[in-house]
C-alpha cells in the first residue's frame, strides 16, 4: 500500500472513531419507541378503538392551544364514576377524585423547550392525532411512534410525508412537486 492510500485509510478509521465517539456522547434527540410505565394503566385500544371516544373529549384543549392536555382526574370520572367501579385501578382513580388530588401521568411525547409546536395549528390544518401519535387506537400501552426531531417534522413541511388529505389543499410547483405543507423558515417552530 502506498502512503498516501495508507493516509487516506488512516484519516477514515480517525473520522469513524470521532463519528463514534461523538454519538456516544451525544445520544439522539428522539425518544421513538419510549413507553414508560404509567401509575394507572390506561388502554387506548379500548377507549379510542373499542369504545370510538374521540381524542378530544379527553384531551380537551387541543384544539385551542398549544399543548394537547394531560385529562383531568375529573375527566375520567365523568365515565367512571359509574362504569367499571371494582376495578382495583379505577378504585385509586376514585380514590385521587376525592381527595382532591392529581394522577402523576409519565409524560411520553416530549419536545425541547426551544420547539414551538402548536397543536391547534395542525389540528386546524387537517392533521389527524395518528399522522404524529401513530394507530394510538390500537395501543393498549401508549409509545413515541415518531421520531419528533426536526428533519422528522420538516419532511412534513416540505409536503413529502403530509397526509394526503393536507396536500390536496396545497398548491404544487415544478420546483416543488409536493407542495410546501407548512412554513419551513426557522421562526416557524423556534421562536
Known sequence: MSSKGFSVVVGVLALVIIGVSLASVFPSASNQGYQPNQPIPFSHKLHVGQNKIQCQYCHVDVEKSKHA???AVNVCMNCHKVVKLDSPHIQKLNEAYNSGKSIEWVRIHELPDFVYFPHKRHVAKGVSCQTCHGPIETMDKVYQYGALTMGWCMECHRGRTTPKNVLATIEKSETNPHGMA?????????N
Open 182 to 190: 407548512a412554513q419551513t423558515n426557522c421562526t416557524t417552530c423556534h
Open 69 to 71: 392536555s394531560v385529562p
